[in-house]
Structure formats: C-alpha cells, structure tokens
C-alpha cells in the first residue's frame, strides 16, 4: 500500500482532542490509537511528552492504549540496562522509525534479541518507535504495538509513522501549553521516594504519596508514576557513573499534574549500586524557566526580559539592564502574555514562582 497524504492540522486537531477529553487515562489513550490507526494499524499505543529543555531522556507526561504496565518496566529496564555502558542495545527513541521485529516475524533481521525476547514474552509481534522532534529540539516519542500473530511492521508503516511528526509535535505543544499557566492546585511541600537496588520502590515519603495522590487525581493511570520513577533512578545512576554527570531534573507542566512540577534523582552511595533518591516538588522560577520558555516558545531576548522580572524591576531598569529601549521592552513583554496567555507581569511571577 503506497503513502497517504493527509491534512496535518486536521491531524493534530484530533489528536489534541483526544489528549484532552475529560475522561479516565485509559479512554485518551484509546482516543489517540483511534485516531493513528487508520494510518498505522497497532494492537497498543504509547505517547511521550519529554521535557525540551532537559532532553529526550525522560517523559514529562504520557498516554498509553493496551501497553501491558509488566511489558513497560520490562522495557525501562531493558532501556537502561540492556546494553553495555557505551553502547546501549537498543536506542529507546530514534530520529527515523525503527522497527523491532519479534518471534514469529517474517525472518527480517533482529536488531536486538533481547528485544524480541520481551515483546514474545508480553504476547507482541513488533514494535515501532519514533523520535519526535524538530530543530528546536525533542518533544516526545511515539511507540506503537503489535500483537503476536499480527503482520509486523514493516517499511510502509515506518514512512506512514514518519508522515505523522508535524501533527505530534503540534498536538503535544497544544497540550501542554493549553492549560492555564497558574496552579490549579493549592501547593505540596516537596516529597521524597526512594527507589531500590532492585529498581522498585522502597519508601514513600507522606509528602510524596501527597503527591502520587494528586497525579492519580489528574488522570495519571495508576502503574505510569512507578514507571517515571524507576526510569529516573536509573538514568540518575548512570549519570552518577559518567564525568561531569549531573542529577537528572524532570520538569513537567500543569497539563499533566495541575501544577508546573519538578522531579529530580540523586544517588545516595559512591558507586550507585545502592538506593536512590527521587525529590518531587512544585517548581521554582530557575527550574521552570528553560521549560515554559520551549513550550510556549519564548525567544532568548524575550527570556532575558522575562528573567528581570524576577527581580521586580521597572521596565525602564529592565531597559538599562538589557541595553534596549522602554518600547522594545514593551514589545518583548506583550509577545511573552500573548504567547503564554497572561493577564500580565503579576500573573506571569505567580506562574513562574509558586
């Protein structure tokens, strides 16, 4: 079957509404597969949303249709401990579609057995994955199921997954900016959860659970937190190992928990074999700022503009500070509520400081 053409923006107008409907996870998960099938038959669906300022390693929000919740620890660990430490086995997000072929295939090259060890395990013929990105940078991943006894993916499948970035990338752009920028939610004190050396949960903190609480209230399935979690204590592990490794930091926007958050994971022994330490708590200015600003696509000039609020100062100080005039200050600050959709300076401090 050749390529269809389709229109993008209708596209990701769908998609969007299926992201956003106010339902239980489960359904918006399936309301995106619905949406994607007719153009890539798949059994299971997954959509990541990754922080565009920190990087492709780690999803700030997700939705999920028919992922096995056994088959996705599966493959976190796999992701991070499946390969040696300078190279992994299989690359969990890739810039072109790559297609991961299982047990009873028609005889394509395996580029990973083990990989096809756990997709046969969970009852999968194949999976597709797909990075999804622009020169701005990451935005997210696409990976999609098929189950054992289903034709595997194949070329036309890879180029039908490749057509459909532009209207992922403006769907997941749409979501996460589509909320309103202040805090639903009234303010947690930070908690903390402790992950093993058997990379699950050990502890909870009652200020994390707080937390685990609010997400599940925010239509986050029940099994995704744990998988999060154990994917950043794993990423904070091998980040420990590498020179100039630096504890990894998750930033995720209110769209997905009713509050700009931050996640962070630290080692907590010298050759991180041991424990690790995972920090959930509502984001600070210096934390949020490289995030809000990829979202809503905030230039580097009108970031400097939006970053002397912090201090409070005057347009004409921000001016002299910056060595511009008053009205391109001006300029700058209207193209920064209008893009972000805030009332003004006060709205955008509270968003960006509670």
């Not at 597969?33 to 007719?38: C, D, F, G, H, L």
């Not at 992950?195 to 200020?207: N, T």
């Not at 809000?292 to 939006?306: F, M, S």
Request: hydrophobic share 40%; proline share 8%.
């Amino acid at each position: 079957m050749g390529l269809t053409f389709f229109d993008d923006r209708r596209l990701a107008r769908d998609l969007f509404a299926a992201a956003s409907q106010p339902t239980d996870p489960e359904q918006r998960g399936a309301g995106i597969s619905r949406v994607i099938a007719p153009i890539v038959a798949h059994d299971g669906l997954s959509l990541v949303g990754t922080d565009p300022a920190t990087g492709p390693g780690l999803g700030s929000f997700s939705f999920w249709h028919a992922y096995d919740p056994a088959l996705v620890r599966d493959l976190v660990l796999h992701r991070h401990l499946g390969g040696g430490p300078q190279q992994p086995a299989v690359p969990t997000l890739l810039r072109t579609p790559a297609v991961v072929m299982g047990a009873g295939t028609d005889g394509s090259p395996v580029p990973d057995p083990r990989m096809r060890d756990i997709l046969t395990a969970h009852g999968a013929s194949s999976e597709l994955r797909l990075l999804l990105q622009d020169r701005r940078g990451v935005w997210g991943a696409l990976g999609l199921l098929r189950c054992e006894g289903a034709a595997p993916f194949g070329q036309d499948d890879a180029e039908r997954a490749a057509r459909l970035v532009p209207a992922l990338l403006a769907a997941l752009r749409r979501y996460a900016t589509d909320g309103p920028l202040c805090p639903e939610v009234p303010p947690l004190p930070a908690g903390v959860i402790t992950v093993g050396s058997d990379h699950r949960l050990k502890a909870v903190s009652p200020q994390a659970q707080s937390w685990l609480d609010q997400w599940s209230a925010h239509a986050i399935p029940s099994w995704v937190p744990e998988a999060f979690l154990v994917s950043l204590s794993l990423v904070a592990r091998a980040e420990s190992r590498r020179q100039n490794g630096s504890a990894p930091l998750v930033c995720a926007p209110p769209a997905a928990c009713g509050r700009w958050t931050t996640c962070q994971g630290q080692v907590l022994d010298a050759d991180a074999t041991g424990d690790v330490a995972l920090v959930v708590q509502g984001a600070t200015w210096d934390s949020v700022l490289p995030s809000l600003c990829a979202w809503y696509r905030i230039t580097p000039r009108e970031r400097d503009v939006v970053t002397q609020l912090r201090t409070g100062a005057s347009v004409k100080q921000i001016a002299r500070r910056l060595d511009l005039s008053a009205y391109t200050v001006n300029d700058h600050l209207k193209a920064v509520f209008r893009k972000t959709g805030a009332d003004g300076r006060d709205e955008l401090s509270a968003a960006l400081t509670r």
